[in-house]
């Protein structure tokens, strides 16, 4: 079982603080943006004699309020067709052990969220990467390299549109290519979409909506972004395959139910108003557009316009990402302030790839996200291991 | 991955209800037990801004509160021993997959709670029950039958005292016993402690209160039954052992953080006064003495006298326990009413066993306790399925 890529520098971040150093927190997915408080006082007026089980695929108050904001995103499901889950994670790892045996095999384009890893160790399910680049903004890589890696073995594409950890948003092309290769080699699509709401430029496209790959999907949702409510642990498993639904109920059931406030805080957050997402996916899209200006401003970085989610991956010149990430929070500071990444190497399946890059998560307000670039800025003109970009290759040399 | 004995009769029950006939729930340990409105009250009147992520491990601010309350019941722990879970569930799963590898064995004396069997699929883990006997009131089997199916593969003993479904509390000695056959083989003791709060006769011993075994203990743990709050889904893992902890801790920060919510309620928990356990402990007893009683007054039942939690397992003069309990709901009513009960069946892992017996969760007020008897006694009068029992024998004929 790897340890969490994101979480393990995480002592050092904790020293730097003792030493009075403030730390600007790119490194994790985190908003800080507020939980809106009609969902919160939902919680707070609520009338409970006793906080009992609820139903293990969740209230069925909550599936069919769930019904309705999924129609809103253009997606048809039924309360039937619908799991309620302890954070996306649990959904995540509901889907590993429902559709997949130990030994199988799962495709997942490279960089990818670290703990998929975690989950695909827990299902005894190897994990193969291919590689995404950065070079053209982390597009879904040609088909062909897909093909190349499907074996008897595989049993699923895993994807993540917006993406995290890269902010890319796979169009529609993309994701009929996708629809075309799961159903020629009987594949479950398992599609992650915790960052639906906040698409920048281009249309949002879930994998619900391919038409004809119906028995093949499972969706992976989470309400932990959307309304910045991660601490809620409140996510969603859907699918209309009745034989994956109902092997993930078995699951479902022996860990008995979902968390009860937190689905009283889901029900309440269907009915808020439409216009809701205007100020936070305004907010996030600000803070893209100055991230990515000031990084590509920095000589020798490079960073891909970002199309969703609050994520982006840059390329930086430094030797190794993990010992500069580790050496900005124990031998750097500007003006007693420093900055905490998230090394990419993490983010790859591949030894040795990511070595170069960084994934900032965009979670902070613009003053401060400006002062992180301020403080990223100077890193990289004193990290003793800077080394030079040859900009047209994207290759490294010292 | 087999489905929940406890929840497969659900639908009969439904169909029962939409007749029109009262079913009372003996089937499942979900408590009317009032949760205190204290806990409750500490949600409503948080003052959150943004509901983050809280550290793998539980809020720091929770698990020092957790220390207190384990140093009152004799178990001397630190905060960086605890992990606080998604339910007692949680710590189980996490329990099976920190200690265990695909392919090992679990000793679990029978009957034993259903949902490790789920967890043990999940884990690739083989169950080896090992069978305790009503006659003598489910008491730990004898040492040598554990002897007897330990191997090379054995990993570890699952324990549960109270006992879910039997009542049965562990004596010191029997605790003795297990902690010698521990040591002797190298094998964790998983010890499941939902319900220490609820003992009746006798004296609670933990696995933690063992000299010489911490490094083999794992204790899976829950606030669901203290304080009645099974929606609540709070747990922990609490283990002295080191190495285990650190992999619990990479399981952990797979799935991010437990909920936030019902952290807030597990901290002012531990404020409660320590004589807030009387009035439920005093409630528990009294539904037991009742119960107990009202069964082996009936014709060819019996049942043992628990010493903890709040269940109990009766044998009954009856064909099938299966086919009884879905009989209760399908084609038995008295008085518009009927009862709910869940096969013993379901919590044996040896086939063929617990086919005469069911479980019975005290969960219900005296009132509703003593019309569920009537309900069961007129029930055993009426079914075409009823057998003698040869008491002295305690054998089934025809």
């Given at each position: 079982m790897p340890a969490s890529p994101i979480r393990k520098l995480v002592p050092y971040a904790e020293a730097a603080k003792k030493k009075g150093i403030k730390v600007y927190h790119?490194?994790?997915?985190?908003?800080?943006?507020?939980?809106p408080p009609a969902i919160l006082d939902a919680v707070k007026h609520t009338d409970i004699r006793v906080l009992e089980y609820s139903h293990s695929a969740g209230n069925e108050s909550y599936r069919r309020k769930l019904v309705k904001y999924y129609k809103r995103v253009g997606i048809d499901v039924t309360p039937e067709e619908i799991i309620i889950t302890t954070g996306g994670s649990e959904a995540i790892l509901f889907g590993f052990f429902s559709c997949l045996n130990p030994g199988d095999e799962v495709i997942i384009p490279e960089p990818?969220?670290?703990n998929y890893n975690g989950f695909a160790v827990a299902a005894g399910v190897k994990v193969v990467p291919i590689t995404a680049h950065i070079e053209n903004g982390f597009a879904l890589p040609p088909i062909a390299d897909f093909e190349k890696v499907i074996t008897e073995k595989t049993g699923a594409i895993v994807i993540c549109s917006p993406n995290n950890p890269t902010g890319y948003l796979y169009s529609r092309e993309e994701m009929e290519a996708l629809k075309k290769i799961c159903l020629q080699h009987e594949l479950y699509l398992f599609s992650d979409e915790a960052y639906r709401e906040f698409c920048y430029d281009g249309e949002y496209i879930s994998?619900?909506?391919?038409?004809?790959?119906e028995q093949h999907v499972v969706l992976m949702d989470t309400i932990s972004k959307r309304y910045s409510a991660c601490g809620a642990r409140l996510g969603a498993l859907v699918t209309k395959n009745k034989a994956v639904y109902d092997t993930a109920m078995k699951f479902a059931q022996a860990r008995l139910s979902p968390p009860g406030l937190a689905q009283i805080m889901g029900e309440a957050a269907v009915d808020l108003?439409?216009?809701?997402?205007d100020a936070p996916k305004a907010e996030y899209m600000a803070r893209r557009d100055l991230l990515v200006k000031r990084l590509n401003a920095m000589p020798g970085v490079f960073c891909p316009n970002p199309g969703g989610a609050f994520y982006a991956i840059a390329k930086l010149p430094i030797d190794d990402s993990d010992r500069f990430c580790q050496w900005l929070l124990e031998s750097f500071s500007y003006k007693e302030q420093t900055v905490m990444l998230a090394p990419a190497s993490g983010f790859y399946g591949t030894p040795g790839l990511g070595k170069h890059e960084v994934r900032l998560a965009y979670v902070l307000n613009l003053t401060a996200l400006d002062a992180a670039m301020d403080c990223l800025e100077k890193a990289l003109e004193m990290y003793p291991g800077r080394i030079t970009i040859d900009k047209k290759k994207s290759e490294m040399s010292v």
């Open positions: 790119l490194n994790i997915g985190q908003p800080d943006i507020e939980t990818f969220y670290a994998a619900m909506h391919l038409k004809g790959l108003p439409e216009a809701y997402f």
